[in-house]
């Protein structure tokens, strides 16, 4: 997405930073977790990583936000930069999927989890 339009930045929108420990931490190396929590950005060959909290926000991205484990409520004020050109959901439980897709309604799945469709279900019958 951020290679085909040509752009170099991109928004990692967290709830907060807190949570750059777990998950990402096991997808990142411990320096860019370190980097992007003492500067809230971090240049990795020739793509501006962006960090977007409730607290740490930016007016201008020109750019994809991947929201990573954010309320779906919560979402709209860290994604509120000018250009942001794209939003790449990423839900902490099949409630917050519900939620997103109701608010945002022409959006469009890229990827299901093979174990999602289980999760869905367990919580339709609570």
């Given at each position: ?15 907060s930073k807190s949570n750059l420990d777990g998950v ?18 971090l240049d990795l060959k020739g793509v501006t990583i ?77």
């Open positions: 997405m951020l290679q085909k339009r040509g752009g170099s930045v991109m928004g990692l929108a967290v709830h990402f931490r096991t997808v990142f190396s411990e320096q860019v977790i370190k980097a992007l929590d003492r500067d809230n950005r962006q960090l977007l909290t409730e607290k740490i926000q930016v007016r201008k991205l020109e750019g994809p936000v991947l929201a990573a484990f954010v309320a779906p409520e919560k979402l709209g004020k860290i994604i509120a930069c000018h250009g942001v050109t794209d939003i790449v959901f990423v839900p902490w439980a099949v409630e917050e999927l519900v939620a997103y897709v109701e608010t945002h309604p022409g959006s469009q799945e890229v990827y299901r989890s093979p174990g999602f469709d289980a999760l869905a279900t367990e919580a339709g019958n609570e």
